[in-house]
């Protein structure tokens, strides 16, 4: 799986983007938006997904359930 | 740190609000230690008196920063600048996603710029206002969790209008990391909202924290986030870069604890304390907006800043402004500078124009410096004036004059008055009462609400009704002093009042409590 953003929740305010570990955060119509192919959850990198940990809106960066669980190489 | 005078939250719910002011008065009357202000000729207000009450390089720094020196508020605009939209902390009374356009407070802008956007926004307002002096980054979020759009927006800036004096306005939580920086692009003044010295406090303030790749909680939040802003400000001094502390005012929360905080940042050399009443309408969808905590009255705001008001300056003429205001403090006119708008303009920015302006307003500051000794040395045949106070409000639009009619009036400017001067302490926001040039009686009671506790209002023109209205609530309309200096008109009121109760025309009566205004400010 990988992080998404929710993007009605999104206030666009960019405190996720430098944050990530992947380069996988960019900014799209305003608000920002996760490559999936890219997120790693932040597993190998941090105990926590920094884009959670950084977002000012609770349950704004949630799991996407539409792929799957990462696995560490 | 110093052992906590914190009250519990549930022993102060269960007291009424008349009792919390006593219980502030009584805390006040302990923390005497840093002086109160009247004696020692100690400017009121972040430095009222001007030069001859401070270092020269001090004033230098001050005397044209509307923010640190209450006087030149009156003359001197500021802008601040939209580039810093992530935050590295949350607090309950701030709440990001709300954002309308007829809202003043931190944390709301219309629109984010870019670097470069914002140079140009720059040069747009000051070849436009050229009494606009200071550059400040104040958010939306915090500038310091966006250093790079931060610093490039200053790099832009003193690079082509290099007069604009750069602020910034931060949590504290990454200060210590950029102090260096800061230092580099010559930023004279930094603020710091500082709401606790004492993580206990603050963990009722600041739900969580984002430090060091991690998102911290509770007490340990509160620790870190103090612990750093105490370390920021010492590096500040450190450097002869000038401090300014806010601190959010929460009745039950932390207002006795803002003694020691205020104990606390002055022993650290901070230069200047504002401290503000919590907004907290529960429109803003703000914690404290949502769980019903109150913000504190003007006259308990008042007692708190009487209290903290000693050695180190307070700043009364704070209008909580938003992060993309322009203007004089108290006018919003960031809607003439919309990306759109400075698009189409032509910008030309001529430092020479802007100096010879400058001159002038320079003159007229100091026509009403001069109004206000002459006018002292009158007050002193008035002995003790029988220990009289007067609060005094007065319409103005600016330059130190009494040039506002009152039903045009967004604010009101709070003048106290005794036997040993005036000064400025505070000034009430109201929406505006006349519209379209018929009163409204709603909006006079909101008026009469807001400034319930002084004994006049000065205002350049009043129509009948409210005169009538203002007159029953007992507050004396005074429309003689319409276009003179406010000061020298305060303290000629306050000598022809103690004149009548001499002779006993009049009976004083000390005034009650009024309300600080809470939710949209509509600005035009």
Known sequence: MAYKIVASQCTGCSACE??????????????????????TECIGYFDDAQCVAACPVDKTCIIDTGYPRYQAA | MQPSSYVGIEQIQRTGQAQQLDRLLNEIAEHKGCGTSSDGGKASCGSSDGPADMAPEVWEKVKNHPCYSEEAHHHYARMHVAVAPACNIQCNYCNRKYDCANESRPGVVSEKLTPEQAAKKVLAVASTIPQMTVLGIAGPGDPL?????????????????????????????????????????????????????????????????????????????????????MQGLEMLTARGILSKINSVMIPGINDQHLVEVNRAVKSRGAFLHNIMPLISAPEHGTVFGLNGQRGPTAQELKALQDACEGEMNMMRHCRQCRADAVGLLGEDRSAEFT??????????????????????????????????????????????????????????????????????????????????????????????????????????????????????????????????????????????????????????????????????????????????????????
């Open chain 2, 145 to 229: 969790a966006n250093p790079d759009k931060t610093f490039k927006t200053f790099e832009l800036i003193s690079k082509t209008a290099p007069d604009i004096k750069l602020c910034l306005s931060t949590n504290g939580l990454a200060l210590p990391d950029h102090v260096d920086t800061i230092a580099n692009f010559n930023v004279d003044h930094v603020t710091i909202t500082v709401n606790m010295v004492d993580p206990e406090v603050g963990q009722h303030i600041y739900p969580w924290i984002y430090y060091k790749k991690k998102r911290w909680t509770g007490i340990d939040a509160a620790k870190i986030l103090t612990e750093r802003q």
């Open chain 1, 18 to 39: 430098p944050e990530c570990p992947n380069q996988a955060i960019f900014e799209k119509n305003g608000v920002f938006v996760i490559d999936p192919k890219k997120c």
């Open chain 2, 339 to 524: 990306t759109d708008k400075i698009d189409a303009m032509e910008v030309v920015y001529d430092a020479d124009t802007r100096k010879a302006y400058q001159e002038l307003v320079e003159q007229e500051r100091q026509a009403t410096v001069a109004a206000k000794e002459a006018e002292k040395s009158e007050l002193a045949k008035l002995a003790d004036a029988e220990g009289i106070s007067l609060l005094i409000a007065v319409a103005t639009k600016g330059q130190g004059k009494v040039n506002e009619h009152f039903g045009h009036a967004s604010e009101f400017q709070i003048y106290e008055v005794d036997a040993k001067g005036s000064k400025f302490v505070g000034h009430r926001r109201v929406d505006l009462y006349c519209q379209g040039g018929y009163g409204e009686e709603d909006s006079l009671e909101t008026v009469i609400r807001a400034i319930n506790d002084c004994h006049a209002v000065f205002v350049a023109k009043i129509g009948g009704c409210p005169k009538d209205d203002l007159k029953k609530a007992g507050i004396d309309p005074v429309d003689k002093y319409a276009h003179q200096h406010i000061e020298q008109s305060v303290i000629a009121y306050f000598m022809d009042y103690v004149g009548r109760v001499r002779a006993g025309e009049i009976t004083h009566q000390s005034r009650g409590d009024a309300d600080i205004r809470q939710g949209a400010f509509i600005a035009a």
